[in-house]
């Protein structure tokens, strides 16, 4: 017999199914899980975007959940109830249980589609059987053959197994709004307490994918991919802050790419990275936004960029950090145990940025890169021999690209701001940013070799990193031959420090290193290189790292008769 309170319970969850369906010409349709979230937290979705994901809000459900009315709370409960559906049966592997309808009137009865895109009567058996093989794959390859940890069984030490036994659960279900699939784990069962919150789940899988931007089987593939991925972090690896969750999309849409790499439904999503991902001053936004408009799809491009640097493991070295630290914390402690650093990298992904579309270089850089758009600058200004001014400030942990036409060529200047700290801090305050285009720079400048000279005006230099490219060359700039470069040398990031001489390549210089005091710092012979069609003296700077601390010192070259002197200032 039933107690009062387990009795009123399972009215309330009866009564809230009841609300979640609708009749529409004779078939019963869902209401919108996702819609019905949004509105009753006030979220505005973004026209722009698709809510690939149902994921992200019901994250943000839980965490709103005690500031919601009555009625919002009934709301979103009658939409996030665990589906009770007609059949289901265990996937080959026996690893996964597949719910479905079958009857003609449901309408979430799943049906493969035609080559005109249309349901073929009576084919739900042949689409679970499409769920039960795809699903099996994936855990396959995500746990088995790429490492990780598998997710855990809704059936836990005195709990009730639901959906019928222990295997995870996948619900096909219709959802009438675009929405792919989602990892459900709103009323699901805790395994690890705060402040790294770990649950059981199911996953709901859209029943045709007819319609969608990539429909029919391959939308089934890469939502499977994703899905199952989002039950791996949520249940083994765990939430430390909603703010982290556009890790979780980023990764989970990464992860479509490598288990089905023909099918590049990603491609819908990073396209909003580099033509979209902006404030309305048109600043780009910090690289840690997380809202429903820019969940984390769009970002997987930086999952592309660090596999492409250390191979795929590097992603899951950052989820096992995450299992004792907080996210972007497990990101800085993964990338160190690769021999480097998060803010160095984040540069180097800002400066592969450009070379995308028609500047491609698909072997040194993306190599789908071809397929990504041009990134959208953030400000543009005609060079006409006066001084220009562009000036709208960035975010932490942001990257803005200015356009500066001069002459027959175009230079794009990045201006990369690096200050990981403030994200750990939670400081998302704008940051004064001022570049300033002159042909005799003044204060802290780069001069380049067609006459440019970029000064940048903010508070803390050593959090900012500008490098310029030729939108003619599809290369670097060359800086001009009288000045040092990089200037300000970052002894963390920088690989070489470049004095510039008027010598025949080969010929050996004598380099020497005094600090304010005329201590001498540094001494070394090295040859006379060439670089960019100049002759110059490159200084490795990890011969400086042990030797050389923060400060301005002055650099002395001499070769044969000829001595030369630069001043440059050091950044640990």
């Known amino acids: 017999m039933l107690r009062e309170s387990s009795w009123r319970r399972s009215c309330e969850i009866a009564f809230a ?50 500031d919601l009315s009555p009625q919002a709370r009934f709301e979103i409960s009658s939409v996030l109830v665990r589906p009770s559906l007609e059949k289901s049966r265990p996937s080959p592997s026996g690893k996964l249980r597949i719910h479905y309808d079958t009857s003609a009137t449901s309408g979430n009865t799943p049906a493969l589609l035609n080559a005109s895109g249309q349901r073929i009567p009576n084919s739900f058996e042949a689409y679970v059987d499409s769920v039960s093989s795809i699903f099996d794959y994936c855990w396959q390859y995500e746990v088995d053959s790429l490492g990780y940890l598998p997710p855990p069984a809704d059936s836990v030490s005195g709990a009730a197994a639901l959906g019928g036994d222990s295997k995870y659960d996948v619900y096909v279900m219709q959802f009438n709004d675009g929405t792919f699939g989602q990892t459900q784990y709103f009323n699901e069962i805790l395994l690890s307490p705060s402040p790294n919150e770990k649950y059981t789940s199911y996953i709901e899988i ?165 397929s990504y758009p041009r990134l959208v600058r953030n400000a543009a200004v005609t060079f006409s021999g006066s001084t220009a001014v562009m000036s709208n400030g960035a975010f932490p942990f942001s990257a803005q690209m200015y356009e500066v036409v001069y002459g027959s060529d175009t230079v794009n200047a990045f201006v990369v701001n690096t200050d990981a700290d403030a994200v750990l801090r939670g400081d998302n305050a704008v940051r004064n940013l001022e570049v300033r285009v002159s042909l005799t720079g003044a204060g802290p400048h780069q001069t380049l070799a067609n006459g440019l000279s970029f000064s940048l005006l903010v508070d803390q230099l050593q959090q900012w990193r500008p490098f310029f490219l030729s939108s003619a060359s599809k290369d670097d700039i060359a800086t001009v031959q009288k000045e040092a470069s990089p200037n300000p040398l970052r002894l963390s990031d920088n690989q070489t420090l470049v004095l510039p001489v008027d010598e025949p390549v080969a010929s050996e210089a004598e380099v020497l290193i005094v600090g304010s005091s005329l201590d001498l710092a540094f001494s070394d012979r090295l040859a006379v290189t060439e670089l960019y069609g100049k002759t110059v003296i490159a200084i490795p700077t990890q011969n400086l ?5 923060s400060g ?21």
């Open 17 to 66: 199914v009841v609300c979640s369906l609708t009749v529409v010409k004779g078939q019963v349709v869902r209401v919108s899980p996702v819609q019905t979230i949004a509105r009753n937290l006030n979220i505005e979705l973004d026209a722009g975007s698709t809510i690939k994901c149902g994921t992200p809000l019901i994250a943000l459900a839980r965490e709103r959940w005690n």
């Open 552 to 572: 301005v010192y002055v650099v002395l070259a001499r070769v044969g008769e000829r001595e030369y002197r630069w001043k440059v200032a050091v950044i640990r």
């Open 545 to 549: 790292r042990s030797k050389i601390a």
């Open 206 to 370: 859209e029943n045709d994918f007819q319609g969608y931007r990539t429909s029919g089987i391959n939308g089934l593939k890469v939502t499977a991919a994703h899905e199952l991925h989002h039950a791996i972090q949520i249940g083994k690896y765990g939430i430390w802050s909603n703010n982290d969750l556009y890790f979780n999309e980023l990764t989970s849409s990464w992860m479509e790419d490598v288990v089905f790499t023909s099918i590049n439904d990603y491609y819908f999503d990073v396209k909003r990275y580099f033509q979209n991902y902006r404030d309305g001053l048109n600043r780009s936004f910090p690289f840690t936004k997380f809202d429903p408009s820019f969940a984390g799809y769009e970002r997987s491009i930086w999952a592309h960029f660090l596999t492409k640097r250390f191979g795929r493991n590097v992603m899951r070295a950052i989820w096992e950090k995450e299992q004792s630290q907080p996210l972007f914390q497990g990101m800085r402690s993964a990338l160190e145990s690769y021999g480097t650093n998060l803010e160095a990298e984040y540069a180097l992904f800002t400066y592969w940025n450009f070379f995308t579309a028609d500047r491609a270089d698909t072997v040194r850089f993306y190599p789908e890169g071809k």
